[in-house]
């Protein structure tokens, strides 16, 4: 069993940036890929990234490729999207997600464990 919990949500100008954390709290298995996705209102919910237990692979969609960096923290258990040139179109509700195992993935069926999601607005 694991409980995602997130945060660094919040308000931002466009152009501007915000650090989103994770944190895999109560995990009781030795490796987990982690990944980030998002729905935005009225929207299905998509891939953002994704990154690999040891933190060597990791996957971007391509409307946040060159902007917003995923890692991760194994001693924290924590899993950090950092968000740069944030625009209106990123507004959503972003989701952290554990899918057990070593291997990552882009797909949100895949994945294991969710956490609640935190609000993202980015105004224009």
């Known amino acids: 069993q694991v409980q995602l919990v997130e945060s660094g949500g919040g308000l931002v100008q466009a152009g501007g940036s915000l650090r989103l954390s994770c944190a895999a709290v109560?995990?009781?298995?030795?490796?987990?890929?982690m990944g980030w996705f998002r729905r935005a209102p009225g929207k299905e919910r998509e891939f953002v990234a994704a990154?690999?237990?040891?933190?060597?692979?990791?996957y971007y969609a391509d409307s946040v490729k060159g902007r917003f960096t995923i890692s991760r923290d194994n001693a924290k258990n924590t899993v950090y999207l950092q968000m740069n040139n944030l625009k209106p179109e990123d507004t959503a509700v972003y989701y952290c997600?554990?899918?057990?195992?070593?291997?990552?993935?882009?797909?949100?069926?895949?994945?294991?464990?969710w956490g609640q999601g935190t609000q993202v607005t980015v105004s224009s």
């Open positions: 997600a554990v899918r057990i195992g070593e291997v990552v993935s882009t797909l949100l069926w895949e994945y294991d464990y």
């Open positions: 990154i690999s237990w040891s933190g060597g692979s990791t």
């Open positions: 109560r995990s009781t298995f030795s490796s987990y890929a």
